[in-house]
Nanobody, 123 residues
Framework: QVQLVESGGGLVQAGDSLRLSCAAS????????MGWFRQAPGKEREFVAA?????YYADSVKGRFTISRDNAKNMVYLQMNSLKPEDTAIYYC???????????????????WGQGTQVTVSS
């Protein structure tokens, strides 16, 4: 089991960039695929990106967001460029041992979650 702590959220303007970080505790970090979800006010939580030996992105962020991980530091990152007001949400780090990360967006996997970090993009 891993514990997850996100950081790096904030208030930015449309077109700006932001990098989110997720620190994971636990000796088995390398055995987990990692990812990011987000939840906007009044909406359901939605998949954003995930990484194992593969990476997979939601269509809405493809080409703008980049997920990466540093297994030596137990860290996962989400680089967000060309931010839009519709990217405003609470962003959650997630972990699961499902390595075929294309399944993350549509399957009923059970994830370990962080507490979330708020990202607000003003127009």
């Amino acid at each position: 089991q891993v514990q997850l702590v996100e950081s790096g959220g904030g208030l930015v303007q449309a077109g700006d960039s932001l990098r989110l970080s997720c620190a994971a505790s636990g000796r088995t970090f390398g055995s987990y695929a990692m990812g990011w979800f987000r939840q906007a006010p009044g909406k359901e939580r939605e998949f954003v990106a995930a990484i194992s030996v593969y990476t997979y992105y939601a269509d809405s962020v493809k080409g703008r967001f980049t997920i990466s991980r540093d297994n030596a530091k137990n860290m996962v990152y989400l680089q967000m460029n060309s931010l839009k007001p519709e990217d405003t949400a609470i962003y959650y780090c997630a972990a699961n041992q499902e390595q075929l990360v294309s399944r993350w967006a549509t399957s009923s996997l059970r994830f370990t979650w962080g507490q979330g970090t708020q990202v607000t993009v003003s127009s």
